[in-house]
């Protein structure tokens, strides 16, 4: 069963609002008291969210007893588990919630996690926040809040169905060392199941070697691994074994997370047919005609089902997933190469007022306007534009250092702020605030992202619609709207340099300061 268990980045890491909006709440408390107390989380005083909350306290044998079961997981599981040991769940998601509960009461942190349903055909997940709790008595209370992660199953479930082809995602299983040994099938399709014999469930119950052992056998496991730490898609024709008669496929591997999927086309009467006709050369012309389409429609359904899992929703831009990576990637590049890379990060000024004059539709409309501001002028192929969440963006910026960065955000804030939206006849106007640093050639990227948070966060507390450069140790410059000189080398901004092996560069020498970046005299 796929399952997965994180301590940390749970704020960035959940989907669901409720999930982030708890878990804000739980910190805000523990800040206060190490011991969070129950009645803040109480179902009797959560509304609508009890629905999706279910409380554990302790039972003399040790388990846990459900105190709280909502209405819409009873709706969904079809059953009141109100009362009931955790015990007498039985299966490997049984086990998977002890443990996770075990956990949060030996470490006291929350714990976000991810698991397949058991119990639907969906191709969906479930995310759980887990929180430990104590009653007025002392006594441990576990209080978790349960929300489908639907990734537009509907629309993946037609695409994916629709398909003549057996389309399979896989998740790599590694040992301790990291190397792959298994995979966990994240994604079938129906006619996927029909060519393995068994039912979507059973597939997505399996491991993929002990459903498929002939994939190892027959090498193809070893190069699809191959496509999943590379990144090298592959393809390919081979015969495939059946009960009645030898059979061909076509196979396309792409990298997909980490792990790969497949798509497997059989092309066995095709390829019977090209046998057949070999001698005429208009019917070769045809086929080969045919093979070209098919490939193009395959590769046309790859880029929808890349495009649905990297990209927002509801603006276009990537999403943190997708940025994350491309900053990693980023970096990763400059490192190699020697040339600089810079992020800007960008919040859009008073959104909630917004969202409360206009409603969310008019605050939808100036997010998915603030991308189309963001993307102007970038260059294609090479700059990256994404969502963090919520009115938060980070644009990366290769082969761009600090000073050309700055440029770049004074001009996206230039065009925020001359911009408006016609919203039922009203108009809306917004501003950014804008955050620059450049990688320094030996910091994580965390540290980088911090530091363009840090300027960003100066750039607020100057007055909004700011841009603001992170210089290096601590020095953060707020630029001003009007009437500022250019902005030249500083004496604050260092130069770039790349890391060396175990990360032992030296800092370059500094440079001679600028009038418009230069370090106020100490008094």
Known sequence: MYREMFHKGIEWRAHAHAIRRLYGNWMALRADNPDVPFHEFDPATMGDIADDMIVFRPAGDGYMVYAHYGRSLIDRVGTDKTGQASSRIREAVGA???????????????LLTLHRSALSGQVHLWERLVLPCRDTDGEP????IAKPRQFRDDLLAAVLDASL???????????????????????????????SG??????LQSSVLTLCPWLAESGLWSRYVDVAVTREPLQLVTRYPCADAERWLEIACVPFGDGFMVTQADITERKQAEDAMRQSQAEYARANAALKAEILRRKALEEELSHLATRDSLTGALNRRAITQGLRDAIARSARYAHPVSIVTMDLDHFKHINDRFGHAGGDAVLRRTVDLLTHGLREDVDLVGRLGGEEFVVVLPHIGAEEAVGVARRMRALLAAASIDHDDDEIRFTGSFGVAAWDGRETM?????????????AKAAGRDRVALD???GEIHVLGLDGEMPLQPSADL????????QGTAPRAPRRA???????????
């Open 494 to 501: 260092p130069a770039f340099s790349p890391s060396t092996r």
């Open 141 to 144: 209370v576990i209080v978790i």
């Open 471 to 473: 210089e290096g140790e």
């Open 165 to 195: 082809d057996a389309i399979v995602a896989v998740h790599l299983v590694r040992d301790d060392s990291g190397t792959p040994v298994d995979g966990e099938f994240v994604s079938v399709n129906r006619r996927a199941a029909e060519w």
């Open 198 to 203: 068994v039912t979507v469930d059973a597939m």
């Open 96 to 110: 998977f919630f002890r443990e996770c509960n075990a956990r949060v009461l030996e470490s006291g942190e929350p």
């Open 513 to 523: 300061s600028s009038p418009a970046l230069a370090r106020p005299p100490k008094a």
């Open 446 to 458: 965390d540290r980088l992202l911090s530091r363009a948070d840090a300027a960003l966060y100066k």
